[in-house]
């Protein structure tokens, strides 16, 4: 297997933990480029020894270039680096974007270099805890079918598995990735505090069995999981509870509505609720959503 030289652009929670797992794997990483505080701290700790420089300097000194920088910035960065002449033949250049292809590199490309887009479907720390957690990890995979075995083999070096993704469903991809697991970090935060304002001393260690076997449900059976006054069709319940947000936590109203609307569509769609007692439910959301409207008219 060969071993590269890698350079990291983008030093963040990512691009440090990924170069870690590469290093570990037998590859040298010869250089990082990270401008804030925190990016410079974890090459110390993630990547000691390893020396920070700018992009155009990461570039050259590396064959496999890693860009992890934040989505938004990529082809600022792949135009800059390319234009600047960083980027040459033979190189091979790999970003971790979920949400972008190879489209996103062919300035790279046409310079002559080998392009990959290789994304971690995992959410990172950016500390050592994250290195455990490449083991089994997916990774969303694009590639040119020359270059399939190298893709593979760059994933199963950071102890991943590969998913192969197709340019044209890249962002959606992207898309289940993050309706998954970062708006769970939102539902999950917000029914803490609902819990703390009901008395809860420890709210985390309420949640934590029940949204474990609840993700692990679910995973398993899909809608067939679901559970709760939504799918039993319980109106004066989902009423008491809406009466309840609205005075003690009102923030967290719009959410619990709109994952409300959306179970009840999927307990009626498979059978589960009698449209009869889904219409019932239907306009208590629907009333609490008008008052969630008319309140913020109002401030």
Request: charge should be negative; aromatic fraction near 2%.
């Amino acid at each position: 297997m060969t071993k590269h030289r890698i350079g990291v652009v983008g030093a963040g929670r990512v691009g440090a933990v990924l170069a870690a797992g590469f290093r570990a794997s037998g590859h040298e990483v010869v250089a990082a480029a990270g401008e804030s505080d925190a990016s410079r701290r974890r090459i110390a700790e993630l990547l000691p020894g390893v020396h920070a420089a700018k992009p155009t300097d990461v570039a050259r000194a590396s064959d496999l270039l890693l860009l992890t920088v934040p989505d938004d910035m990529l082809s600022n960065v792949v135009t800059m680096l390319v234009a600047s002449g960083a980027v040459r033949e033979g190189q091979l250049v790999v970003h971790t974007s979920g949400r972008h292809g190879l489209a996103v590199l062919e300035p790279a490309r046409a310079a002559g270099a080998t392009t990959i887009a290789m994304h971690p479907a995992m959410t990172f720390t950016g500390t050592e805890v994250d290195l455990p957690r490449l083991s089994g990890c997916v990774f969303g995979v694009t590639a040119d079918d020359a270059d399939r075995a190298l893709t593979e083999a760059l994933v199963a070096d950071l102890g991943g598995r590969p998913m192969w993704v197709p340019e044209s469903r890249r962002t959606l991809y992207h898309a289940g990735l993050a309706h998954g697991a970062n708006h769970l970090v939102t539902l999950v935060a917000e029914a803490m505090e609902i819990l703390s304002a009901a008395g809860a001393e420890d709210p985390a260690a309420t949640l934590r069995p029940l949204l474990t076997a609840a993700l692990d449900n679910a995973l398993e059976d899909g809608d067939a999981a679901l559970t709760g006054p939504i799918v039993r069709g319980d109106v004066e319940t989902v009423r008491a509870h809406l009466a309840d947000l609205v005075a003690t936590a009102p923030q967290t109203l719009p959410s619990y509505v709109a994952m409300a609307r959306a179970t009840l569509d999927r307990a009626v769609t498979d059978g589960r609720l009698l449209p009869i007692r889904a219409a019932k439910m239907l306009r208590v959301l629907q009333a609490a959503e008008a008052g969630t409207r008319a309140g913020a008219e109002h401030r």
